[in-house]
């Protein structure tokens, strides 16, 4: 069982930056492909951004260019630098370690844009 423990989250205004962190309790972080992931209310959870191990990285078209993922294996942990932000991405973003056939995820933390 792995445990991924996430934060960062809260209040921001439009166009301000904000970084999520999630450190994950494993041995083997390398090994796992790192992944955010959010779900605004009414909405179903959808992908963010994904890393692999080697840092091959993977990012929904509507974050593009103002989100950036990222990982530190030595701490084993992964950050989503969000900047540029937008009320739309209010959600409770949530971090998930996937590994062959296992995936876990974190409780999630709430980023809320706006003036």
């Known amino acids: 069982q792995v445990q991924l423990v996430e934060s960062g989250g809260g209040l921001v205004q439009p166009g301000g930056s904000l970084r999520l962190s999630c450190t994950a309790s494993?041995?083997?972080?390398?090994?796992?492909?790192m992944g955010w992931y959010r779900q605004a209310p009414g909405k179903q959870r959808e992908l963010v951004a994904t890393?692999?191990?080697?840092?091959?990285?993977n990012y929904a078209d509507s974050v593009k260019g103002r989100f950036t993922i990222s990982r530190d294996n030595a701490k084993n942990t992964v950050y989503l630098q969000m900047n540029s932000v937008k009320p739309e991405d209010t959600a409770v973003y949530y971090c998930?370690?996937?590994?062959?056939?296992?995936?876990?995820w974190g409780q999630g933390t709430q980023v809320t844009v706006s003036s």
């Open positions: 998930n370690a996937a590994w062959a056939t296992v995936a876990y």
């Open positions: 890393i692999t191990g080697g840092s091959s990285t």
């Open positions: 494993t041995s083997i972080f390398r090994l796992y492909v």
